[in-house]
């Protein structure tokens, strides 16, 4: 599928890379405590493990008080109650943001997607204009979702949470479709903007930093998709007191930024750290890989003191930067995304090999396999934070065993 856009991505990520830190030893399996303070606010009566979605709670969102309480004990089982599909079917659509689109996913009904081909994205319009005529073929370029266009949403259900998603440097909005669908289907609405500022188009562009920066699209996609009159239906859909921010690499660092908002009551940081930044006291959720090489989870680690409770991070043995994209799957019945720009005869720097040995390299756990446990930590998190589980289900040292032989370290505070 896609061919030479995402070697240009690797390289641009690799660029701009923090530096430091050797990654934690894949092998680590053991756990910290399973201690985590629920929400203070008084969320809806739904069972914890339940596979019903978020119902609507009649508080606000809710505030913490940084104690740590003990959760109720927990059956291996919950440790991956969400990692499968939600109730729910996936509808997506595309609204714009002035000059820049954001496209959002949301829950749908069940059985209306019956007869429709998934929703695509084409990878083309993220290129250059100059260099988008280049690739003829759709064939690499193209690929589908788990979601549909045009679906209705749920006649009885709702209002549903909101999900802010921030994309990582030459990135782009639908990076991590494997996880912002996953959501929908579990009754979150998922928004994400492209940052025009240091999405993929900039980086190939040279005008990375350039325009809007990345909290004020989040920012300006939270007033878009509760705006009445520029969607009623899906601004109906949407519970504005209940919001989180979700984010990778780069976009993990503007989810800790956006999260001082008060309209923000979670945030999310997938491979990427709180250093140098003040994180607010509010239920946290940090996920690294001990084989990422760009947001090492030592790093993540040395940053975690800091930040305020209830905070919870994992940190999953032998997942890489990619694994947290759509990315390393993609090619891989031919020698990967590497060899098939190495065959069209794209030059690839030296930076660029090593990134991609590094990011989906066969020693290294796969990408796929990774994405139920991704999906399972930030659907339990977000179902918690927000309040649809009195208790954070399946999160503590019940994950090790649930998981295994995927190593799992947690820690919490």
């Not at 894949?26 to 008084?42: N, Q, R």
């Not at 978020?54 to 740590?68: F, L, N």
């Not at 780069?250 to 003040?278: N, R």
Request: with cysteine; net charge negative.
């Amino acid at each position: 599928m896609r061919r030479l856009v995402p070697l240009v991505l690797l390289a641009a990520v690799g660029a701009a890379a923090c530096a430091g830190g050797s990654s934690t030893t894949a092998g680590t399996a053991a756990t910290g405590s399973s201690s985590a303070a629920p929400p203070s606010s008084a969320g809806p009566t739904t069972t914890a493990g339940s596979s019903t979605s978020d119902t609507p709670s009649s508080s606000a969102a809710p505030t913490t008080s940084g104690s740590v309480t003990t959760s109720p004990s927990v059956t291996v089982d919950a440790a991956r109650r969400y990692s499968g599909p939600g109730p729910y079917e996936v509808g997506v659509l595309e609204l714009t943001m002035g000059d820049r689109p954001v496209t959002v996913w949301y829950p749908a009904q069940a059985g209306s997607s019956a007869g429709k081909a998934k929703a695509t994205f084409d990878m083309r319009t993220l290129l250059p204009a100059a260099e988008r005529s280049k690739v003829t073929s759709p064939d690499g370029a193209v690929f589908a979702m788990d979601a549909y266009e045009g679906l209705p949403t749920p006649n009885d259900d709702g209002p549903f949470p909101l999900v802010l998603f921030s994309h990582g440097i030459s990135g782009y909005r639908t990076q991590s479709s494997f996880l912002t669908t996953h959501l929908a289907s579990w009754g979150f609405v998922v928004a994400a903007p492209e940052h025009l500022s240091r999405d993929l188009t900039a980086v190939l562009s040279g005008t990375v930093g350039q325009g809007q920066d990345d909290v004020a699209d989040l920012r300006q996609s939270l007033a878009v998709v509760t705006d009445p009159a520029r969607d009623p239906v899906l601004a109906r859909v949407i519970d504005a007191r209940r919001v989180a921010v979700v984010g990778h690499s780069l976009g993990g660092s503007a989810a800790i930024k956006l999260a001082a908002d008060p309209s923000i009551a979670t945030y999310v940081a997938l491979a990427s750290g709180p250093t140098g930044l003040t994180p607010p006291p509010k239920p946290a959720l940090y996920v690294a890989g001990s084989a990422d090489v760009i947001a090492p989870a030592e790093r993540v680690a040395q940053g975690f003191p800091a930040v305020p409770a209830p905070k919870r991070l994992v940190v999953i043995g032998g997942a890489t930067h990619l694994s947290f994209m759509d990315y390393c799957p993609i090619g891989r019945d031919r020698g990967g995304m590497l060899a098939i720009a190495k065959a069209d005869g794209v030059s690839v720097p030296d930076l660029v090999t090593k990134l991609v040995a590094d990011g989906c390299d066969a020693k290294f756990l796969r990408a796929e396999d990774a994405w139920p446990l991704i999906d399972e930590l930030v659907t339990a998190h977000l179902r918690w934070a927000l309040g649809a589980d009195p208790a954070p289900v399946g999160l503590g040292d019940e994950l090790a065993a649930a998981w295994a032989p995927i190593p799992v370290t947690v820690t919490t505070g």
